[in-house]
């Protein structure tokens, strides 16, 4: 391709809308334009990186005994009313009527459309296994679209979907489906961790995350150096400590006057702040529950709202807390709470021994408080967020953290949809069993993304071989003459190989065709100046290196081609 007739606008500024890097350079390097907010229209670079991440999914996907289908984007009502999520996915469902004032959605995922599909087609147990997926736009109403493609209201998926028999049957698509993941991202040249996942509004009783590592991700990943123990920081847990051994003191009423927060409350007592129990008031589908936790600890809201099994979770407010103890925050407790307000306590909290809570009075707390004897306690759990630190959970090591960029997920959905939505087959003895389901998405232009955010420097992107738009761009320091002709030989013989490349043949400054080529962000530069001249060299400089090879002609074909099959060799 040659540069003067690419439609790839390069900008020397940033967007001022741009926060994350990846956004900052895929507009400035000419692969996206906005077209509104969360939405974005792929140039021609980005959509060749674009389609490179698909055929890889789509090789991978296919190799493992999946057929491609593709699926409406518009989904009626009814589909969804029957697995009873219209109402319960929120306000992230872009809802539509038609001119007959009948409702529709444009799809965020597929779940109630492949289930009825496979429904109205499946009747014996030996259509099964199954697995069926399609490359497509999904669209969420994102409250607050940001990050350019990595939190968008349009964006391109993967979604797949597995029918067994049964659980056995499973547990081998799921892993099937798992190894598959890992080839996709090790293919697209990605650093990535595999970490146990929350299910969200798709649901299921297992999942898995894959996480691109990048300081920019929004998740934290919570791992273990010294075992395979990975998880999202929604979900992770850590060993539990031994329970404290002290003699019980009698509950004692202090006073701290002006002291309401766990720090100035510990400071003031010399006491650590893991004596402390911190008491929190949420407000769960409107019903009011109490949290307890260890002062240094934070609550992780995930983890509550899953063991209430709740649609909506929020702190309650200022007047709630002060209607249900009588005392203004910074001096509740659950001591001597009455009413139905149910007690939540984390596992830490209930092994502690003479702790500090507060005495719902305004600047006094109590000491020698012992959960279970002094106020009741309704249920128990893992509700703090785990950090790093704290003790792995299987070897009991201490754990580390990153950050990471979820671009693919795998679900265990078991029978969540076919029972709501009457999906069976019938089995070999002629009784009707219910399908066994799993669902595994990929973002695919989270994934163009996440590349970005992981692979940069202060002159823009760094591509990985196996998706870069080009594998080369051949800058001649002249556009006439032997430099010239030299160049167009050189980009037809690469040409001629296979090799897909780009000769900046603009009217350009050397210097402004090199910043252009790290901005865009090719894996090799050639380039065809003075060294040809001189001694019949060309300059060879891969994007992530500092120093540059000078070869031959013949020399630099050879280390082109094997550059590139080093960077495209499947995983």
Same mark, same amino acid.
């Given at each position: 391709?040659?540069?003067?007739?690419?439609?790839?606008?390069?900008?020397?500024?940033?967007?001022?809308?741009?926060?994350?890097?990846?956004?900052?350079?895929?507009?400035?390097?000419?692969?996206?334009?906005?077209?509104?907010?969360?939405?974005?229209?792929?140039?021609?670079?980005?959509?060749?990186?674009?389609?490179?991440?698909?055929?890889?999914?789509?090789?991978?996907?296919?190799?493992?005994?999946?057929?491609?289908?593709?699926?409406?984007?518009?989904?009626?009502?009814?589909?969804?009313?029957?697995?009873?999520?219209?109402?319960?996915?929120?306000?992230?469902?872009?809802?539509?009527?038609?001119?007959?004032?009948?409702?529709?959605?444009?799809?965020?995922?597929?779940?109630?459309?492949?289930?009825?599909?496979?429904?109205?087609?499946?009747? !014996?147990?030996?259509?099964?296994?199954?697995?069926?997926?399609?490359?497509?736009?999904?669209?969420?109403?994102?409250?607050?679209?940001?990050?350019?493609?990595?939190?968008?209201?349009?964006?391109?998926?993967?979604?797949?979907? !597995?029918?067994?028999?049964?659980?056995?049957?499973?547990?081998?698509?799921?892993?099937?489906?798992?190894?598959?993941?890992?080839?996709?991202?090790?293919?697209?040249?990605?650093?990535?961790?595999?970490?146990?996942?929350?299910?969200?509004?798709?649901?299921?009783?297992?999942?898995?995350?894959?996480?691109?590592?990048?300081?920019?991700?929004?998740?934290?990943?919570?791992?273990?150096?010294?075992?395979?123990?990975?998880?999202?920081?929604?979900?992770?847990?850590?060993?539990?400590?031994?329970?404290?051994?002290?003699?019980?003191?009698?509950?004692?009423?202090?006073?701290?006057?002006?002291?309401?927060?766990?720090?100035?409350?510990?400071?003031?007592?010399?006491?650590?702040?893991?004596?402390?129990?911190?008491?929190?008031?949420?407000?769960?589908?409107?019903?009011?529950?109490?949290?307890?936790?260890?002062?240094?600890?934070?609550?992780?809201?995930?983890?509550?709202?899953?063991?209430?099994?709740?649609?909506?979770?929020?702190?309650?407010?200022?007047?709630?807390?002060?209607?249900?103890?009588?005392?203004?925050?910074?001096?509740? !407790?659950?001591?001597?709470?009455?009413?139905?307000?149910?007690?939540?306590?984390?596992?830490?909290?209930?092994?502690?021994?003479?702790?500090?809570?507060?005495?719902?009075?305004?600047?006094?707390?109590?000491?020698?408080?012992?959960?279970?004897?002094?106020?009741?306690?309704?249920?128990?759990?893992?509700?703090?967020?785990?950090?790093?630190?704290?003790?792995?959970?299987?070897?009991?090591?201490?754990?580390?953290?990153?950050?990471?960029?979820?671009?693919?997920?795998?679900?265990?959905?078991?029978?969540?949809? !076919?029972?709501?939505?009457?999906?069976?087959?019938?089995?070999?003895?002629?009784?009707?069993?219910?399908?066994?389901?799993?669902?595994?998405?990929?973002?695919?232009?989270?994934?163009?993304?996440?590349?970005?955010?992981?692979?940069?420097?202060?002159?823009?992107?760094?591509?990985?071989?196996?998706?870069?738009?080009?594998?080369?761009?051949?800058?001649?320091?002249?556009?006439?003459?032997?430099?010239?002709?030299?160049?167009?030989?050189?980009?037809?013989?690469?040409?001629?190989?296979?090799?897909?490349?780009?000769?900046?043949?603009?009217?350009?400054?050397?210097?402004?065709?090199?910043?252009?080529?790290?901005?865009?962000?090719?894996?090799?530069?050639?380039?065809?100046?003075?060294?040809?001249?001189?001694?019949?060299?060309?300059?060879?400089?891969?994007?992530?290196?500092?120093?540059?090879?000078?070869?031959?002609?013949?020399?630099?074909?050879?280390?082109?081609?094997?550059?590139?099959?080093?960077?495209?060799?499947?995983?």
């Amino acid at each position: 391709m040659r540069f003067s007739q690419m439609f790839s606008p390069t900008l020397r500024e940033t967007p001022a809308e741009a926060e994350v890097i990846s956004h900052k350079l895929l507009v400035r390097a000419g692969f996206i334009r906005k077209s509104s907010a969360g939405i974005y229209s792929y140039l021609p670079l980005g959509q060749r990186v674009l389609k490179k991440i698909e055929t890889i999914v789509r090789q991978e996907m296919d190799g493992s005994g999946s057929q491609e289908i593709m699926m409406p984007i518009l989904q009626p009502a009814e589909l969804w009313l029957e697995s009873g999520r219209w109402y319960v996915y929120g306000g992230e469902l872009m809802r539509l009527k038609d001119r007959h004032d009948r409702d529709f959605c444009l799809g965020p995922t597929h779940e109630e459309l492949i289930t009825a599909l496979v429904r109205d087609e499946l009747n !014996s147990w030996r259509q099964l296994p199954l697995r069926l997926y399609q490359i497509q736009n999904k669209y969420r109403d994102e409250r607050r679209p940001r990050f350019g493609l990595m939190r968008g209201r349009e964006f391109v998926m993967k979604d797949l979907y !597995s029918f067994d028999r049964d659980e056995a049957g499973l547990d081998i698509s799921y892993q099937e489906m798992f190894d598959a993941y890992v080839r996709v991202f090790s293919r697209c040249g990605l650093d990535f961790r595999s970490v146990e996942a929350d299910s969200g509004a798709i649901g299921g009783s297992f999942t898995h995350e894959f996480m691109v590592l990048a300081e920019s991700g929004e998740a934290e990943i919570i791992y273990c150096s010294a075992c395979s123990y990975a998880a999202d920081g929604e979900i992770a847990a850590a060993k539990m400590p031994s329970p404290q051994e002290a003699e019980e003191g009698e509950i004692t009423l202090v006073a701290t006057p002006g002291q309401e927060t766990i720090q100035e409350v510990a400071a003031y007592l010399q006491i650590p702040e893991s004596s402390l129990i911190k008491t929190l008031f949420y407000k769960a589908d409107g019903k009011i529950v109490c949290v307890l936790l260890r002062g240094d600890r934070s609550l992780n809201e995930i983890k509550l709202k899953n063991t209430l099994n709740c649609f909506e979770l929020d702190m309650a407010d200022h007047q709630d807390v002060l209607k249900i103890t009588g005392c203004q925050p910074g001096y509740v !407790s659950p001591i001597g709470l009455t009413g139905s307000i149910p007690v939540y306590a984390d596992d830490e909290v209930r092994l502690m021994v003479n702790g500090v809570a507060g005495a719902n009075q305004k600047d006094y707390h109590f000491k020698n408080v012992k959960p279970g004897r002094d106020f009741k306690i309704d249920a128990t759990g893992d509700f703090r967020q785990v950090q790093a630190g704290d003790a792995c959970p299987k070897c009991g090591k201490k754990l580390k953290s990153a950050r990471g960029i979820e671009a693919g997920q795998v679900f265990k959905l078991g029978t969540k949809y !076919s029972e709501k939505m009457n999906l069976y087959y019938t089995d070999e003895n002629g009784e009707k069993q219910l399908v066994v389901m799993g669902c595994y998405g990929i973002g695919v232009s989270r994934t163009l993304a996440a590349a970005v955010e992981q692979n940069y420097d202060k002159d823009g992107i760094i591509w990985p071989i196996a998706i870069a738009p080009y594998h080369v761009v051949i800058v001649p320091t002249a556009t006439d003459g032997e430099i010239f002709q030299t160049a167009m030989d050189l980009y037809e013989k690469l040409l001629g190989s296979g090799v897909e490349t780009v000769i900046d043949d603009r009217d350009e400054r050397a210097g402004v065709k090199f910043k252009d080529a790290d901005l865009i962000g090719y894996p090799i530069r050639i380039t065809v100046g003075k060294k040809w001249t001189e001694a019949g060299q060309f300059e060879l400089k891969q994007r992530r290196e500092k120093e540059a090879e000078l070869l031959t002609p013949q020399a630099a074909i050879e280390r082109v081609l094997s550059l590139i099959a080093a960077g495209t060799t499947s995983a």
